[in-house]
């Protein structure tokens, strides 16, 4: 009998958002991709190393290479491309913080440093065994760094959330530009975000209830005043200035 969890955050707001905890199963397909790609980049680095260093150091590079590879490549992944390893875009995965919100630099170097205590005694046995105790189904690693990885259908993208908000862009004026570069703050930022990309998932009227306490509040902070602009509309337009340069290209 397949489990199936979520974890139920409730917002400041009193919105409740839900995230589908991922599987063991799904996990460990994605570890087995990333494990295989990152064991294939090493030996290809290898062979470079053998050829172009000399015989006594080139143990030494190796091993400083296959560490930076096995933690750098997951830690380079979860903080630049939305919480997804390759493994984890290819299984539908996605990890992030214990809000729902995205995973930081640091909760990224912990829950990936304690992979040598999930490692144990043979291929992240007991982290596999600590998923399936966990009610959220969390190895150590993200015990620790209070992280979760959870299930979604697509993945989340900022060119997406952009494309969502009008083809005309009212905010898009310098003074506007000025204010929202120096009054929201990084936290406000990621909740905005995540906002809009949970806001299909929430009740219609907590969604409505929550855009209009949302959109009044910084209609404020700016100084807009943008009557004829819906609240949803006006926070999906503000989200899209935040994050439009980090789109990807």
């Not at 930022?189 to 009044?216: G, P, S, Y």
Request: proline residues 4%; hydrophobic residues 45%; positive net charge.
């Amino acid at each position: 009998m397949i489990r199936e969890v979520a974890r139920v955050i409730l917002t400041p707001e009193h919105v409740r958002i839900r995230l589908p905890a991922a599987g063991l199963g799904s996990r460990f397909l994605a570890m087995l991709a990333d494990t295989a790609l990152v064991v294939a980049l090493f030996y290809m680095v290898s062979l470079f190393v053998e050829l172009l260093t000399p015989q006594a150091i080139t143990q030494a590079v190796q091993a400083t290479i296959g560490f930076v590879l096995f933690w750098g490549y997951h830690v380079y992944f979860e903080t630049r491309h939305q919480g997804r390893s390759l493994g984890k875009k290819m299984a539908g995965l996605r990890v992030v913080d214990g809000k729902g919100l995205p995973i930081s630099l640091r909760q990224s170097f912990i829950r990936n440093l304690v992979r040598a205590l999930d490692f144990p005694p043979f291929f992240y046995g007991l982290g596999g065994l600590v998923c399936l105790l966990d009610s959220h189904n969390r190895r150590l690693g993200d015990i620790i760094s209070d992280t979760l990885v959870i299930t979604e259908s697509q993945p989340l993208s900022y060119g997406q959330l952009i494309s969502k908000s009008r083809r005309f862009n009212s905010l898009r004026t310098p003074g506007v530009r000025r204010r929202i570069r120096h009054r929201i703050a990084l936290e406000e930022r990621e909740f905005l975000l995540t906002l809009c990309v949970r806001a299909e998932t929430l009740e219609e009227r907590a969604r409505f209830d929550l855009m209009e306490e949302v959109a009044e509040t910084y209609r404020k902070k700016l100084e807009v005043d943008e009557p004829n602009l819906s609240s949803e509309n006006f926070v999906r337009d503000l989200t899209s200035i935040l994050y439009e340069s980090k789109s990807p290209s």
